[in-house]
């Protein structure tokens, strides 16, 4: 392992106040950060808020204050939020911090005076909530793929960054360089974009219509565009260009992001990291939505889960657990309280607090109130023994993986595989007998020692837990207790007072909340009524879909193969409720004698049927029995 560690988080847009997204993000975030603490490598965790661009000024203009107080009063809602999660950052960044605008001049003014910056006029389509101008080709049905609105055409005369001059660059560092992007599929989806002539970005905005920003340090017109500030947050922190930080860090830089941020991250951060002589970061690690009933959380659903809310209803540890064990990373996860609770029940109240409850409880009966190290141990206790050493080296492996919840999972064999201990031991049965006092000790050693492994996995995690089993363990310095100490069979001192304390995880009863009135379900309205003879013009048949993959550049549509007894291409706006590996092997209908078309760029010859499921998401149309590929649907 690196003997340095810096990860970072994106900065967080102050258009909204904090949500479950922003959280996981973070906590993942701060436990890759305690565990490199653990593992005795210097680390560094940066955090913060991106505060320039239309949209604050649009949000400040509605609330009638200024950008600076509006973005003052959302980021301190994201500051004063992370202590509450326990979250461990060394800094927290501003892009209105007065060392972050020098920087950002700085570097426009080094990339500038390279000739890779240059005045030219621009005309296209405007989204304001993505702050980017899109190509005709990129737009869906004329609408942003990302928020369904029609952006405004405008002709602008502003200032580019040569981005095409790196496109051969970027693709080989990133074949040369497999890691570089994580997981693998977002690695294939920047490929997938380069494939593509890539445009050069333009890096303006004029004050004609927007001033809150960082201005131009070679045109006083000018601001710079937002994500030209944004990204150039993560060696301001280390103190670029001549901070001790940013050469010890800098190399080992890993960046934390959603996977609708991949483009800036993937594309632009990289080029304008070359064009400035700066080498690329270490990894760009990617992750995937937590979504409410099959929907992305969003304001205008009303299905925006709050972080504090369930710290304060079920603790913070259990939050910070549920967040890490139920999302594969790079994957999409739906939330649901109900599961939240059948984890903090199943996994934490019976397995983990159960464990220490029933140790704590012998130990203090049976041992005198301290730690007795009994008898050398036997072929049985080596087991033991060996599932914590296990435990170790595969939680490192989920660490090196991004597979936290694989790391977890191997945690919870070893707590499983000790609570069997007990049941094999029967401590209880040994206590009966004096002549069993030496084997009991061991036994007891035995269980406790695996509190104190199991208490040091757990610390990234869930940190407030592995504190309180520490103290009941009687170690009042718990610095020693790293990943080293993790892999050292006999680390519990012989002579430590035990105490035992209060359940770690009560259970918890789960109630859905029942909704008072019911408001009237808005129909969509019927359409004009046809003929027989015109639907008779429509053929429907059942196909099977064979493969299914993204299309790049869009948020919605996925490309698939079916066979309907003939192949064919179909592209569906059903990214965003299905992933393609759960789609591969479905029976499905489509409307096959479709005009064919072309939807971002791929040809689309069909469309697949579904149903919008009272707004919480599409729904295949399905069969109730097998049907026959092909077969009419009459």
């Not at 040569?162 to 490929?191: A, T």
């Not at 919840?405 to 007990?422: D, F, G, P, S, V």
């Not at 707004?615 to 009419?632: H, M, Q, S, V, Y």
Request: net charge negative; hydrophobic share 40%; with cysteine.
């Amino acid at each position: 392992m690196d003997n340095a560690f810096y990860v970072t988080t994106p900065i967080y847009y102050v258009n909204a106040s904090p949500h479950i997204g922003h959280a996981y993000t973070t906590i993942i975030a701060d436990v890759m950060a305690r565990y490199h603490r653990l593992a005795g490598c210097r680390t560094f965790f940066s955090t913060g808020t991106d505060e320039h661009g239309d949209k604050i000024a649009e949000a400040a203009q509605k609330g009638n204050v200024t950008p600076q107080d509006y973005a003052d009063r959302i980021s301190v809602q994201f500051r004063d939020l992370w202590p509450k999660l326990a979250i461990t950052n060394d800094i927290f960044i501003r892009t209105t911090d007065e060392n972050h605008v020098e920087t950002v001049t700085g570097i426009l003014r080094k990339v500038h005076d390279a000739g890779d910056i240059y005045f030219g006029q621009y005309e296209g389509f405007y989204c304001v909530g993505c702050e980017r101008f899109y190509m005709e080709k990129e737009l869906v049905d004329g609408c942003c793929p990302d928020h369904q609105t029609k952006p405004e055409y405008r002709k602008e005369s502003n200032y580019f960054f040569r981005m095409s001059k790196y496109q051969d660059w970027l693709i080989g560092y990133i074949k040369d360089h497999p890691d570089f992007i994580r997981p693998e599929r977002y690695k294939n989806e920047v490929l997938a974009f380069l494939r593509e002539p890539l445009e050069d970005l333009c890096i303006s905005r004029p004050k004609t219509r927007l001033t809150w920003g960082v201005t131009l340090p070679f045109d006083e017109n000018y601001v710079t565009y937002v994500w030209f500030d944004a990204l150039i947050n993560y060696i301001t922190v280390l103190g670029y260009p001549d901070g001790e930080n940013f050469r010890a860090f800098w190399p080992f830089a890993q960046h934390l992001i959603a996977k609708d941020i991949l483009k800036p991250h993937g594309i632009y951060w990289p080029t304008m990291l070359k064009a400035a002589g700066i080498e690329p970061y270490r990894h760009l690690n990617v992750h995937g939505y937590w979504t409410v009933d099959q929907s992305k959380m969003s304001k205008s659903l009303g299905n925006v889960i709050k972080p504090l809310d369930l710290k304060d209803k079920y603790g913070l540890d259990a939050f910070r657990y549920f967040l890490l064990r139920d999302m594969v990373f790079g994957l999409d996860s739906s939330f649901s309280e109900e599961a939240f609770v059948q984890r903090v029940n199943s996994d934490l109240a019976n397995d983990l607090g159960n464990l220490v409850s029933r140790t704590m409880t012998m130990a203090v009966k049976n041992s005198g109130g301290t730690v007795v190290c009994g008898d050398a141990a036997v072929e049985k206790d080596r087991c033991l023994e060996e599932a914590a050493t296990g435990a170790v080296s595969e939680v490192a492996n989920g660490f090196q993986e991004l597979a936290f919840h694989k790391a977890l999972i191997a945690i919870w064999e070893l707590i499983n595989r000790t609570n069997k201990y007990i049941v094999e031991e029967e401590p209880w049965n040994l206590a009966k007998a004096p002549e069993n006092k030496a084997r009991l000790d061991t036994v007891i050693y035995n269980l406790l020692e695996s509190l104190r492994i199991i208490a040091i996995l757990i610390s990234p995690f869930m940190p407030g837990t592995s504190e309180k089993i520490m103290a009941q363990l009687g170690i009042a310095d718990v610095s020693g207790q790293n990943l080293e100490s993790a892999r050292r069979w006999g680390g519990l001192h012989e002579g430590n007072v035990l105490k035992r304390g209060e359940a770690l995880f009560p259970r918890v009863e789960f109630k859905k909340e029942e909704k008072t009135s019911v408001p009237e379900k808005k129909m969509t309205p019927v359409k004009p009524e046809i003929s027989y003879e015109d639907f008779d013009k429509i053929d429907l048949r059942v196909a099977e879909i064979l493969e299914a993959q993204y299309v790049p550049k869009s948020k919605k549509l996925v490309k698939l193969k079916i066979d309907m007894g003939q192949e064919r291409q179909i592209v569906a706006g059903i990214a965003e409720h299905y992933k393609p590996e759960d789609l591969v092997g479905k029976k499905v209908v489509v409307l096959c004698n479709l005009k064919p078309t072309k939807l971002m760029g791929v040809e689309s010859n069909g469309m697949l049927l579904a149903t919008d499921t009272d707004g919480a998401g599409l729904t295949l149309i399905g069969f109730d029995r097998t049907p026959e590929k092909g077969a009419k649907v009459r």
